[in-house]
């Protein structure tokens, strides 16, 4: 094939490459209509990264594969005169800043000043004389040189998929200085080499380093969106972090929208109505995490099937709730329920009995659900004897909050509603002081009961997923009708991205 014929086939592969990659995230005249879940961060953030730069772009370096480089030259008198360097390594690396800008061009420009590097190796070189004499050499060199480096690292999309492009990336030197063997060998031969190869060496320089640094770019990419999806993952149920929506870079921060639709095993949600826009958030905070209710409501569905909504009390715990207050009524109660039978041999259980409807207002969540209470005791022989089940319809306001690495869920005002209540004891369901006593119990301790265990079980899920890794700085978690907004500051595990270096060079 000619010239021209590779030409034209290699541009028509590369407009195949494009229209694949456009035709995969094409998200439609209203891409934020099926957003479920949106992560901005803002500058602060962004220049906190900042200062981990130098571990990547040492890295970089480091992990750079420098090919040999070699060349010749004809010279009177002597020649053809050819060199190759061998084993080209980094032997030191310091940088001595390094800034950050947001470009609404949606780039993340990233300006790296002054980097010192040395590089060590073996150059051969030989040369053949007008009387056919040969002559060949092998010196140790080293060079130094001084890098400023520019990167404009842009978001893409890719089959639904979050992709970064650090392909843009320019190095300038201001100094390239070639030392032979401790400058041992004649002047002219350091001069010679040095004019031979500065130009490839330059080229060589900058497309092995800016190779590496875009091939970190996308390891760090996808060790971060690895990291999200594998947070909102546990066992069957998963939450999709495909892209809703095209990124968004503005001079206050990146933003990024995905689907945020749950996936159970034969369930799935859909959403094609979300409530986001950009404006819904603003850049006073470092990090912002926006959930719409369709998401959290589709968890809760997909934790009732699961079977995850089961809640078994005991022992201290179970004399706590029915001891509330030491009262005539409180007496009565419970000894018809428990007959005597200690606290010890019995058990209560607390379930779902349907999926849970959750409504995110101003004032908090508001979580209605059929709930079924059933007090078994477990004499020393025999089966178990349910003495107490009772469904009931409960409509709770639950406000949360993060303190001190604990998700705390705080119930407000509540409703409940009895469906079914059989107490063996009262078969017939006359004694008001068993239905009262148990309205009041529910309303002060079950409740309060039921979500605190829910958010310790949902603070140990979230801590098993590495969360007290990061340290986090006053969050808050704001409901909206309709949707969530955590926002928080925070300072950046420096482990994290040691230990990801580490592994992946």
Request: negative net charge; glycine residues 4%.
């Amino acid at each position: 094939m000619s010239w021209a014929g590779r030409m034209i086939l290699g541009i028509f592969r590369i407009l195949l490459v494009l229209v694949h990659a456009s035709a995969a995230c094409d998200f439609g005249p209203f891409p934020y209509r099926a957003t479920g879940v949106v992560c901005r961060m803002t500058k602060p953030a962004a220049l906190l990264l900042n200062q981990e730069t130098a571990q990547v772009i040492q890295a970089a370096f480091r992990n750079a594969k420098f090919p040999n480089i070699t060349g010749e030259r004809s010279m009177r008198l002597l020649g053809k005169v050819a060199y190759q360097l061998t084993n080209i390594q980094v032997n030191g690396l310091s940088i001595e800043k390094s800034d950050v800008e947001l470009k609404e061009s949606n780039a993340i420009y990233l300006a790296i000043k002054n980097v010192t590097a040395s590089f060590k190796g073996t150059l051969t070189y030989g040369y053949a004389g007008a009387w056919f004499l040969k002559l060949f050499h092998s010196v140790d060199f080293e060079i130094e040189s001084s890098i400023d480096l520019q990167l404009d690292i842009k978001l893409m999309c890719q089959e639904d998929k979050l992709v970064t492009d650090a392909s843009d990336c320019y190095l300038t030197f201001h100094k390239l200085t070639l030392h032979l063997q401790g400058d041992k060998e004649p002047g002219w031969v350091k001069q010679l080499f040095t004019d031979f190869i500065s130009f490839t060496l330059k080229l060589v320089l900058k497309r092995e380093v800016c190779k590496e640094i875009n091939s970190l770019a996308q390891m760090l990419a996808n060790f971060v969106l690895d990291l999200a999806a594998n947070f909102v993952r546990h066992k069957d149920i998963i939450v999709d972090l495909s892209l809703a929506a095209d990124s968004l870079i503005q001079t206050g921060y990146v933003e990024s929208h995905h689907k945020g639709l749950v996936l159970y095993k034969n369930y799935s949600s859909t959403l094609s109505d979300s409530a986001f826009s950009p404006s819904l958030l603003t850049e006073s905070r470092m990090l912002y995490f926006w959930l719409s209710e369709h998401t959290l409501s589709s968890l809760a569905s997909a934790a009732f099937l699961d079977g995850r909504l089961v809640l078994t009390i005991r022992g201290e715990k179970l004399q706590a709730l029915f001891e509330m207050e030491d009262t005539e009524v409180q007496r009565k109660a419970v000894q018809m329920i428990f007959q005597g039978t200690s606290y010890n041999d019995s058990v209560a259980k607390v379930w779902s009995l349907a999926h849970p409807q959750i409504s995110l207002q101003p004032e908090g969540a508001v979580v209605k659900s059929l709930v079924a209470v059933e007090v078994s005791i477990l004499p020393a022989e025999g089966e178990s004897l349910v003495v107490l089940h009772m469904e009931k319809e409960v409509t709770v306001t639950i406000q949360a909050a993060y303190v001190e690495k604990k998700l705390i869920l705080q119930p407000l005002d509540s409703s409940i509603e009895f469906k079914v209540l059989k107490c063996t004891a009262d078969p017939s369901g006359d004694e008001p002081s068993v239905r009262n006593f148990l309205q009041n119990m529910i309303s002060v301790v079950g409740i309060p009961e039921v979500t605190s265990s829910i958010g310790s079980a949902l603070t140990s899920l979230m801590n098993s997923k590495g969360l007290t890794l990061f340290d986090i700085i006053n969050p808050e978690i704001i409901t909206r009708q309709g949707y969530v907004i955590v926002q928080l500051d925070f300072d950046f595990p420096h482990h994290l991205l040691l230990e990801f270096l580490q592994k992946s060079l």
